[in-house]
C-alpha cells in the first residue's frame, strides 16, 4: 500500500516562493527515483525535477532549472520541492510520482509507477 502525499500547494504573487513536501509510505524507497511533475488546465503533464532516493543526485527541467530545489529526507521518507521566483506560468497541479526502476532524468511520466494525489499552485501576476 505505497501512498505520496503531498501538501505546501497554496496561493503565491509572482516572485514568491513555495515549499511542497511529499511524504512516502507503505515501502523501502531505496532504488527509486522520486519526481515532482506538473499539470495546467489543457497540458500535458511534465517532469519539473527528480531524485535519487539514495544516491541524492538530482535533474532539472529547463523552466525551473535556477529556481526551484528538490531534495529529500530520508529518515522521514520525504521529498521536498523548495520553489522560488515563481512565475504564473508555474500555475499547475503539482504531483509526486515514484519510479522503481529509477532512471534518473527520464522525463516520461508512464514510467512512474506511484502518484500522490496532487497539490494546486497558483501563481498570481
Known amino acids: 500500500q505505497v501512498q505520496l502525499v503531498e501538501s505546501g500547494g497554496g496561493l503565491v504573487q509572482a516572485g514568491g516562493s513555495l515549499r511542497l513536501s511529499c511524504a512516502a509510505s507503505g515501502r523501502t524507497f531505496s532504488g527509486y527515483v522520486m519526481g515532482w511533475f506538473r499539470q495546467a488546465p489543457g497540458k500535458e503533464r511534465d517532469l519539473v525535477a527528480a531524485i535519487s532516493w539514495s544516491g541524492g543526485r538530482t535533474y532539472y527541467t529547463d523552466p525551473v532549472k535556477g529556481r526551484f530545489t528538490i531534495s529529500g529526507d530520508n529518515a522521514k521518507n520525504t521529498v521536498y520541492l523548495e520553489m522560488n521566483s515563481l512565475k504564473p506560468e508555474d500555475t499547475a497541479v503539482y504531483y509526486c510520482?515514484?519510479?522503481?526502476?529509477?532512471?534518473?532524468?527520464?522525463?516520461?511520466?508512464?514510467?512512474?509507477?506511484?502518484w500522490g494525489q496532487g497539490t494546486q499552485v497558483t501563481v498570481s501576476s
Open positions: 510520482a515514484a519510479d522503481r526502476h529509477g532512471i534518473l532524468g527520464d522525463v516520461r511520466a508512464w514510467r512512474y509507477d506511484y
